[in-house]
């Protein structure tokens, strides 16, 4: 299952720039979209976590300027910042003698934000694309199974397409295990593993909710200093999302405190320990679970430059997700999980006071139909096919 979108940009991206960051979260599919997309061209493929690979580049000059014909991929390349500096020399003495020299494309699981700290060097020479899991236009088909299928075991691949729910369950266990005992002790990142799963579980409890950082902290016997540091390596590894509030001066108390989301609904159920989907339609956490995953599939498609936003005021008016797509154009979506969502007048007010252009609220059926307010309740698969 190959994303058609970003192998599209990727393609296009390779054409005008020397270095490609692809980032994702591990597993989620990168190098195979890598090695699928370069089929016609020359290339060469080193993965940064073999030693036999990492051997080849005890003189990294000397093997990738041999190599000046092909486009270089560099597996998990936040295992070697020192790189960085390497391709720049590279990359520079290319435009100097006037050729386009080599390509690279960097693949790596950590997000934009923590690998610019090593990268600054190739600033303006290097392009960044995130890739998600797989989303709901990517899988065979969009009927209510896949739909809930998908929204079950989230979208790692190697779990979506797992013969049982229970394998796939267990397959998340073992990506979560990885994450904790091995991958992020190799970052450099000195944290009990114990520890962070239990922040891990318990903003799973508060999927979608403003955290209380003082609160955590009492509970994981830290302090908030900590807690926060915690949560930026779950976010730089692209396990959890932040999102932002809605920063316009409305004249109005604003909540001015971030969302945390667990990104992918298979590791959000996997740490609640539900096993089924029975056993999600019966959890507390059901709501906020399916908001989060209708807004990944969302993010996952966005147009470039697209910014994303939740708002809502002191006394209760609010917009699930808000995309500034220009400075022109302004969607506001309230996400509902049921097939006759009702809709609140916090949510119109809330709409007036950032003056949204567009008005959605994205439910559990299939039809396309409008509402008061100027306001269309639309399938999340034709939200996003909107935003293509």
Known sequence: ??????????????????????????????????QDIVKSRSTIYLD????EDLVKLSDPTAFLSSHSDKLVILDEIQRTPDLFRILRGLIDK???????????????????????????????????????????????????AHIQKLW??????????ANTDAFGMDWLENLIRTYLERDIPQMGFRVPANRLRRLWTMLAHLQGETVNFSKLASNLEVDSKTVSYYLEILADLLLVRRLEPWYANVKKRLVKSPRFYIRDSGILHKLLSISDYDALLSHPVLGKSWE???IENILSVLPGGTEAYFYRTAVGAEIDLLLRL????????????????????GFH???EDVRATQKFVVYGGDEEFPLKHDTTCISLQNLMRRLL
């Not at 435009?95 to 960097?106: H, I, K, P, S, Y």
């Not at 899991?133 to 065979?140: A, F, Q, S, T």
């Not at 079950?152 to 779990?159: A, D, I, Y």
């Open 1 to 34: 299952m190959i994303s058609r979108w970003i192998s599209k940009k990727l393609e296009q991206t390779l054409q005008h720039t020397p270095a490609v960051a692809l980032l994702g979260a591990r597993q989620v599919g990168k190098t195979t979209l890598a």
């Open 48 to 51: 940064l976590e073999s030693p």
């Open 349 to 351: 007010q809330a709409c």
């Open 326 to 345: 220009s400075s022109r154009e302004l969607w506001a979506i309230d996400i509902k999980k049921g097939t006759a969502p009702k809709i609140t007048r």
């Open 152 to 161: 079950l075991r989230g979208g790692f691949p190697e779990s979506y397409l």
């Open 94 to 144: 290319n435009r100097q003698a006037g050729r386009r020299g080599e390509q690279f494309l960097l693949l790596g699981s950590a997000s934009m934000d923590l690998l610019r700290q090593s990268s600054e060097s190739l600033a303006g020479r290097i392009s960044y694309i995130e890739m998600a899991g797989l989303n709901l236009l990517e899988v065979p088909a969009q009927t209510r």
């Open 292 to 294: 989060g995953f209708a």
